[in-house]
Nanobody
Framework: EVQRRRLEGGLVPAGGSLRLSCTTS????????MGWFRQAPGKEREFVAT????????YYADSVKGRFTISRDNAKNTLYLQMNSLKPEDTAVYYC?????????????????WGQGTLVTVSS
């Protein structure tokens, strides 16, 4: 396996790739669903991807399906988002979060603990 980039965030060119990783700031259990959300300027927070506690079930927003991959390493208590073929419209602050149950969820209201936001800027 090749990890093209391992970076908290930053500036990347259109068509490029970036890998985000995080641990939620206030959640220690690995037996919960987790997800990624993002918020672009002038827009509400939107769902990006989610994964259940065992990593067997994943769901993606239509806008990122086929380009982004969510994964987790429970031993490291770490959540990942591999982003490929980035577009300028992917520019946003990205948040990782831990859900209220073990299942995956696309609803931000189902999440209790949120990680620090990471700004990702995709240039055109």
């Amino acid at each position: 396996e090749v990890q093209r980039r391992r970076l908290e965030g930053g500036l990347v060119p259109a068509g490029g790739s970036l890998r985000l990783s995080c641990t939620t700031s206030r959640r220690t259990s690995s037996n919960n669903g987790m997800g990624w959300f993002r918020q672009a300027p002038g827009k509400e927070r939107e769902f990006v991807a989610t994964i259940n506690w065992r990593g067997a079930d994943t769901y993606y927003a239509d806008s990122v399906k086929g380009r982004f991959t969510i994964s987790r390493d429970n031993a490291k208590n770490t959540l990942y988002l591999q982003m490929n073929s980035l577009k300028p419209e992917d520019t946003a602050v990205y948040y990782c979060a831990s859900a209220l149950s073990s299942s995956a969820s696309t609803d931000y209201s189902r999440y209790r603990y949120w990680g620090q936001g990471t700004l990702v800027t995709v240039s055109s």
